[in-house]
């Protein structure tokens, strides 16, 4: 995924990294990783799936307690290119209605299901009122490269202004338990360089 597409909002530089986490909330790890997040002070967006969130109310209300920012990642986390127009189009509503629902307010910022900018989602999203988000770093916290030593490599290279993707969801072949393992160690190398981890904004 190209980080310069025009879908991308720009974010301000100034030792700051963009941390999300996309395809929860899931019971076991999301828990696990605002713990992390909590002890480094550290601040990061959750783009939840609705449907999961629905059934886990209250872990998004904890999300959103400590400080995070929670954005839409549809209702179901169908690939964007599946789906009539018709049915993506309200992907995106009810993912954000789910969140809404829950909070009493709706999602500021929208991310697609595997990053697929299709006209119609972007369009729903923004008439909503929902910024699109992609990423510029991938953890790549899943598959086969989804090693907890791959995914400290990758976030290694983060630099300032980063928008940095990885999941706290299992969704099909997610490791959450890998971006946990060396998430605490990331943050101390981001406090050692300056650099805070903020929620979009
Ligand atoms: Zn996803």
Redesign the pocket.
């Given at each position: 995924m190209t980080p310069e597409s025009p879908a991308l909002v720009q974010l301000p530089k100034g030792n700051r990294v963009y941390l999300t986490f996309?395809?929860g909330p899931d019971a076991r790890w999301t828990p696990r990783i605002l713990d992390i997040l909590a002890k480094a002070q550290a601040r990061a967006t959750f783009?939840v799936?609705g449907r999961q969130a629905r059934g886990q109310a209250a872990l998004v209300r904890r999300i959103a307690a400590q400080g995070h920012e929670i954005g839409n990642?549809?209702w179901s986390?169908r690939h964007p290119w599946t789906m009539l127009s018709s049915d993506a189009r309200r992907e995106v509503r009810d993912g954000a209605a789910a969140i809404a629902d829950i909070l009493g307010y709706g999602p500021r910022f929208f991310?697609?299901?595997?990053?697929c900018l299709r006209r119609c989602m972007i369009e729903e999203a923004r008439a909503l009122g929902q910024a699109v988000v992609l990423w510029s770093l991938s953890a790549v916290d899943w598959g086969v490269l989804g090693t907890a030593a791959g995914v400290a490599a990758r976030l290694d290279a983060v630099q300032d202004g980063d928008i940095v993707l990885m999941?706290d969801?299992r969704?099909l072949i997610?490791r959450p338990w890998q971006t946990a393992s060396v998430l605490p160690v990331f943050l101390d190398g981001l406090r050692q360089r300056g650099l805070r981890a903020e929620r979009l904004d």
């Open positions: 996309d395809d783009f799936v990642h549809t986390h991310r697609p299901p595997h990053g999941h969801g969704g997610n």
